[in-house]
Nanobody, 116 residues
Framework: QVQLVESGGGLVQAGGSLRLSCAASGNIFSTNVMGWYRQAPGKQRELVAH???????NYADSVRGRFTISRDNAKNTVDLQMNSLKPEDTAVYYC??????????WGQGTQVTVSS
């Protein structure tokens, strides 16, 4: 069964931190590259960061140096530590394999709101 469950979002002031967590079913997580994505109101979903099964990482320019992606292969989880948050980071955050299209299954996401 396909399952993606994101958690950890919330309301935070600019400069604050949040840690997001994603629990993925094995058929998605397994040896796939996993990513965190976000979608702000009125904008397309975009990749924030991705991580290989060997924990090699890549980040969008807008978050590099502030966000850190990690994974636990034994638990099928992938986390996103977000520091120095900015109002422009406000979005619904999703995890999924990378790459993923709008035709893939997506979870409900978790809302992150950063106030100025």
């Amino acid at each position: 069964q396909v399952q993606l469950v994101e958690s950890g979002g919330g309301l935070v002031q600019a400069g604050g931190s949040l840690r997001l967590s994603c629990a993925a079913s094995g058929n998605i997580f397994s040896t796939n590259v996993m990513g965190w994505y976000r979608q702000a109101p009125g904008k397309q979903r975009e990749l924030v960061a991705h991580i290989t099964s060997g924990s090699s990482t890549n980040y969008a320019d807008s978050v590099r140096g502030r966000f850190t992606i990690s994974r636990d292969n034994a638990k099928n989880t992938v986390d996103l530590q977000m520091n120095s948050l900015k109002p422009e980071d406000t979005a619904v955050y999703y995890c999924n394999r990378w790459p993923a299209s709008e035709y893939n299954y997506w979870g409900q996401g978790t809302q992150v709101t950063v106030s100025s």
